[in-house]
């Protein structure tokens, strides 16, 4: 929960830096640079608004040497035309603006230390650009850790503040999963030993810094996908502006270029084309906002389809430890006894379990101290039972099995019937049982049980509607994970889960066709990770997991999955909702353009103005002028997302497509009268 | 009115049920399943194999499955040319005609090839028996089986099939003449012939007249070719008014009888695909789409028809209905029809690929002409030609769910299959070449000096005369086949044009139909679940239709302001230039 807050705080603080002048004004800059037409031919609709605006202008500036009537007219298309490509523009370098800012506080991160290189049992201080992989370093309180490595020797609390944002320090230590540490963060106490682990441009923060800033230079597939159909629409209104001069012409008329330009320019769907790359900028963004490096755009367009989460029951779904939940006296026992014995058992005892069994007992009322005179006996794998020795008294608890054999009975066969059915009672519910025992007679039994985290009920039911399947992953037997899995309502559970088989359960969804999405932090996991389709690795994990994941989660959150997935819907969505109003807008602009163009000629057409604009110049300023401004209205839209509700595809489809489709056939009509009245009152036009 | 709107619900009702059999009768034949009618045909079919060599267990992928269709076209047209040409050389010519000029010849033969069936002849003065009934019908058959095929191919593409192939054009296209196409039309004939339509193989006959004159008076085995020719979605008719004449369409029954024909495969084969992708429900989200589409532009031809001519009605002319009169519209209409069964006609032939007539189009009033316009605009899918409608509307699906997929927040992904960048682009293809060479070639033909020599071109003064351009270039790309009539269409000019347009319009848009089945087959499916779009639900069929409007008719709006809307309004404001 404190957790959950610190984070959000944080995030809060990112964002707010987000929209201040330092990413404004570069990005008003940008948008004028990126009007060259070789970074503009890489996005065909706006490319074709360019060449047309050129068309535009040459023909302003030729009608004002001529004198031409209508400069006022082709000058403000013209202008409108430019602002068109302005705008786009500036909507792509404000959200790639976001990225900058962030990679350039990485980058300050960055800064080249000096290194205490260990040569031969012999220090040597070297700058850490000359580190390669393999070069084993010391690093003590106080030092920047020069590059990404691994622990080898000793313990260290680690401030990583610099990449998480995280302030509380960490731990890590040499062996197990904790043992990884990145380039950037500082060691606050103690000295470890490392070996690092990428050469020179290759760490973690390089990466990072890469990441961020080139976010925009490559296409996922589906934005590949949606700019070819984009193309096409371009090229198919083409053709229907193309020829229209030649029916024009048969109808005795004709209709000047810079009309015919402007009805094109509405028609073709700009306001996607101009959103697209701050659309997809912007998820990537998002993502980073909430403590998630995208190792690339593909991943979090992957997130939006994912169809089965596997999801670690520890730390996940449960807090990760046993509790105490329930004291059962032995026959002849009364509870009093029991809870008392069973807390001097556990004064001592420090772990999560320990813990909770005190604060089970003083709820009973028990109100036991440690005192002198007490000799605590500790809990060894050998005994495996723990206890305390006072005043006589032999006090144990531990395994089933353990206690029973001290306490005379060999097998628990022998145990008193009625706590003998407890314990297997016990089991069968998928809770461990403990047993006390005082100088060799049965006090009774503890019921420990994983602890289902509050709330997490809700979060399944919601991914269940967003259509999505939850696997939960657990070492432990099928008993305890059954009723873990209904407890928690995932759908489905592996038990006794080893790394091999998790692959083997990924490879399985994958064969139905569904995409899997998994978190992992061990080196164990990294096999599961490459080949889950979208693997979110902890940041606080190994160096292979790191490696094999195409997120990573700078919080370490397990749960953060679920944004995850949120946050590449969301992506899916936005980009859906303004391809579908962009091209619902066309319906009116045709009706503002098209009785327009030849009201002089036909004046029957006039019968199609249905929005009563003042007269053809104003219609057709009217549609251009929309067009342009609709693209800087919906800019915080790309950048923010449309919100993704967990209401089932159906539902959400209607809404969508009520709001953006039939929303963006009506908005138009109102939003062009508007602009003529406007344009008409100022005699603009 | 009244009856005549039940004779319309009637007709819609009996589509129905037809369709639904029809259907579920294709899945078998198909999917090689046993049909009761396989103890007499297949040793037919078998027997056909072994004579031609065709391997029935040999599938073929997109390429092969292309080549073979293209294999079979280029050379039935090339003996239909042969035959056309030299007509006279040939025997079944008890009238004499002489050989088919070539640039007619070239045009006609297109146009039977591709389904189009666009007549810049009158059969009658023109077509040798033989020719009619070896060089026309056999396209009547083998056109409409090749449409069948495709659509079963590409419904294979997008079915959960593990093969990467689509089946085998030889063996789906025997199969579509031999178990559907010939029972149906035999059927057919035999219900039409029993109505009055003319089934002889006798000369012309001679009649006098009570004036003392002589009349001569076309006969031939028709009965047979009208069937196939409604059926097929051919709309070819061996006389030049086609079905408007009592010969073919002999009384309102069979008039209605035959709008059951031209629309009965097109539908059943949207049940074929429903069931054959294994959710009736996808089908029927198809299907619904293409009634709403059909029901309204029906509804609003035969209302505009109904009205009548506001020009009429400004100069005192009653065009209001009475117990002897049918009133509305009635220029270019039979008696036998009036304005509701007409106009019905034109939406149903139009609507489909047919394109036969039963009254004529250029007659009709601007709105009601444009309806059939627009419907062969779109590409034909409401509920479109046989097997193309199916597969051009799969097209506006494609696009539909993607455009609009992206709502629900996953990729898009229609019946299971991941719709990505080589689908789109396949899919807007199609889509860009039917553009293309309708609103090209009408701009070459609005244009081209060429177009007026010899008495070719529009009738029709202004906005008529180039809804009469816009309209042959629709018809002839979506291989429809119908017209405004007051287009001379026999000059070189138009011939080459047209043919051509024919051409590109069938087999152009074909090739990236088969390349997205293609690419689409053996594709891994991904289970339905709750986040996935529902693609078989009442909203998916509107938001089809929205697609269909907004991409494929949208684009036409421009060029229908200058042809029917335009004369519409100056209809209506009087200012038509005469």
Known sequence: MEEKTRSESYRRRRRSSLLDRDIMVPALIESLTKLDPRWQARNPVMFVVEVGSVITTIIFIAGLFRGASDSLFVGQITLWLWFTLVFANFAEALAEGRGKAQAAALRRARTDTTARRLVGGREERVPSSQLRKGDTVVVEAGDLIPSDGTVIEGIASVDESAITGESAPVIREAGGDRSAVTGGTKVLSDRIVMEVTANPGETFLDRMIHLVESASRRKTPNEIALNILLAALTIIFMIAVVTLQPFAIYAGTSVTITVLIALLVCLIPTTIGALLSAIGIAGIDRLLQRNVIALSGRAVEAAGDVDTLLLDKTGTITFGNRQATEFVPAPGITMDRLVKTAELASLADETPEGRSIVSLARRFGADGHQQAGMAFIPFSANTRMSGVDVDGRSIRKGAVDAISTWCGCPTPKQLPEAVQERVEAIARSGGTPLMVAENNIVMGTIHLKDIVKPGINERFAQLRKMGLRTVMITGDNRLTAATIAREAGVDDFLAEAIPERKLELIRKEQADGRMVAMTGDGTNDAPALAQADVAVAMQSGTQAAKEAGNLIDLDSDPTKLIEIVEAGKQMLITRGALTTFSIANDVAKYFAIIPAMFFVALPELGALNVMRLTNPSSAVLSAVIFNALIIVALIPLALRGVRYRPIGAAALLRRNLLLWGVGGIIAPFIGIKLIDIIITAVHLA | ?578
């Open chain 2, 1 to 578: 009115m009244v009856v005549e709107l039940i004779g319309v619900a009637l007709t819609f009702i009996a589509v129905a049920i037809g369709a639904w059999y029809l259907g579920g009768f294709m899945v078998k034949v198909f999917t090689g399943g046993r049909t009761f009618l396989h103890p007499v045909l297949r040793p037919v079919e078998v027997g056909f194999y072994r004579l031609s060599g065709i391997k029935e267990d040999h599938e073929q992928s997109w390429i092969l499955y292309t080549i073979a269709m293209l294999a079979v076209q280029v050379v039935s047209f090339i003996l239909t040319y042969l035959i056309l040409r030299l007509q006279d050389h040939l025997p079944l010519n008890p009238m004499a005609f002489s050989g088919v000029a070539p640039d007619l010849a070239w045009n006609t033969t297109v146009s039977f090839v591709t389904n189009t069936n666009w007549q810049n002849y009158t059969g009658e003065q023109t077509m040798s028996y033989l020719s009619q009934m070896l060089g026309l019908v056999l396209h009547n058959f083998l056109s409409a089986a090749t449409g069948i095929a495709l659509a079963v191919a590409l419904i294979r593409g997008m079915s959960a099939r593990k093969l990467k192939t689509l089946g085998n054009f030889y063996v789906d296209a025997t199969r579509a003449i031999l178990y559907i196409l010939i029972p149906l039309s035999v059927i057919a004939a035999f219900v039409l012939i029993s109505q009055g339509v003319i089934q002889s193989l006798d000369p012309y006959q001679t009649a006098h007249t009570i004036q003392g004159s002589t009349q001569t008076i076309a006969v031939g085995p028709f009965g047979s070719q009208e069937a196939i020719k409604d059926l097929g979605n051919n709309g070819g008719g061996p006389f030049n008014a086609n079905s408007a004449h009592p010969f073919e369409n002999p009384n309102g029954f069979t008039n209605q009888f035959e709008i059951f024909l031209e629309l009965l495969i097109p539908f059943a084969l949207v049940v074929t695909f429903g069931k054959m992708v294994g959710n009736i429900k996808q089908g029927l989200a198809i299907g619904g789409a293409m009634v709403a589409i059909f029901v309204v532009a029906s509804g609003i031809a035969i209302g505009a028809e109904q009205v009548g001519n506001p020009a009429l009605t400004a100069v005192g002319a009653d065009q209001s209905r009475t117990s002897t009169q049918p009133g509305g519209n009635m220029e270019g209409k039979s008696v036998r029809f009036g304005p509701v069964y007409s106009a019905n006609f034109a939406a149903s032939t139009t609507g489909t690929s047919t394109g036969s007539v039963d009254s004529s189009h250029d007659s009709f009033t601007p709105i009601g002409g444009m309806v059939a316009m627009v419907l062969i605009q779109i590409g034909e899918v409401a509920p479109g030609g046989i097997g193309a409608g199916l597969y051009f509307m799969l097209v506006f699906a494609i696009l539909a769910v993607f455009i609009a997929g992206l709502m629900v927040g996953r990729t898009p992904e229609y019946l299971g299959k991941k719709i990505e960048s080589k689908e789109v682009r396949l899919a807007s293809l199609a889509v860009l070449i039917d553009v293309l060479i309708i609103l090209g070639f009408t701009a070459i033909a609005v244009l081209a000096p060429a177009a007026t020599a010899n008495g070719g071109g529009p009738l029709n003064p202004g906005a008529h005369g180039f809804s009469e351009i816009l309209y042959s270039f629709s018809s002839q790309v979506g291989n429809n086949g119908s017209a405004f009539a007051g287009l001379s269409g026999n000059t070189v000019f138009w011939n080459t044009l047209g043919g051509t347009a024919m051409w590109l319009g069938r087999f152009f848009e074909v090739i990236p139909i088969l390349a997205l089945a293609g690419a689409l087959a053996g594709k891994r499916v991904v289970p339905a679940g709750a986040g996935t779009l529902g693609t078989d639900r009442p909203l998916f069929s509107g938001l089809l239709v929205g697609v269909v409007l907004i991409v494929g008719a949208l684009t036409f709006f421009p060029a229908l302001s200058l042809g029917p809307l335009l004369e519409h309004f100056q209809l209506a404001a009087n200012h038509l230039a005469h």
